[in-house]
């Protein structure tokens, strides 16, 4: 069991609704950008229910996209300031995934300039896509468990069919898609469940 002292608890954030700080480049808080705990995977909705036996990595960064991040949603580092601050939620088909956003966190996520954490591995729920079409890339399948995820152009994951295209399969170039895979679905999931929480496993982010 993951017993790791936490500088603010899962679920909150650094300022936590309070006035976030931004004199000095954030310098009082900049230390923390980057740390990484294992903590004991947990239900969002309770603390006494395990999701699995299997620990969560975890890794504190700085929300520098200019407004509040929901939980469950992937997101992307800024430019030169890998591993430690996130500017914006994924955007595009296998493009590389920071973490998702803390899935304890309430509904109005976290705020910009504030300190929160990035689920890079483990098991954790992520919010399914906002349109049917966005889940996988058939544009036409839901989720099945097991599924291989990666990011999504619509700033959700999305399940992914392994196939290369005529391109990469004559040149043997290794695709976008595969070196930044993220995980896999633990669940099934109807094209008709839109923005519903649905538990995942991440692969080691790095």
Partial sequence: MATEILPFERGSSLYNGLTVDTADDYGKSKGMEGQEFYLTSKSPST????????????????NTSGGALAPGRPVTYEAGEWGRRVDAYTGADGEYVAGV???????AGVANGDLFYIIVEGPCYV?????????HTDGTSGWAAGDVLMSG???Y??????????????????????????????????????????????????
């Avoid at 603390?47 to 700085?62: E, G, L």
């Avoid at 956003?101 to 509904?107: G, I, M, R």
């Fill in 127 to 135: 919010k399914s896509p906002a349109l049917a079409a966005q889940f």
């Fill in 101 to 107: 956003v803390d899935d304890h966190l309430p509904a």
């Fill in 157 to 206: 994951l999305k399940a992914w069919d392994g196939t290369a295209t005529a391109g990469e399969t004559e040149d043997g170039t290794i695709s976008t898609n595969i070196l930044n895979v993220c995980g896999r679905t633990a669940v099934a999931q109807a094209t008709g469940n839109t923005t519903t929480d649905t538990l995942v496993y991440l692969s080691r982010i790095v």
């Fill in 47 to 62: 603390s006494m229910v395990r999701t699995s036996q299997n620990d969560v990595k975890v890794r504190i960064v700085r």
């Fill in 153 to 155: 152009s619509s700033g």
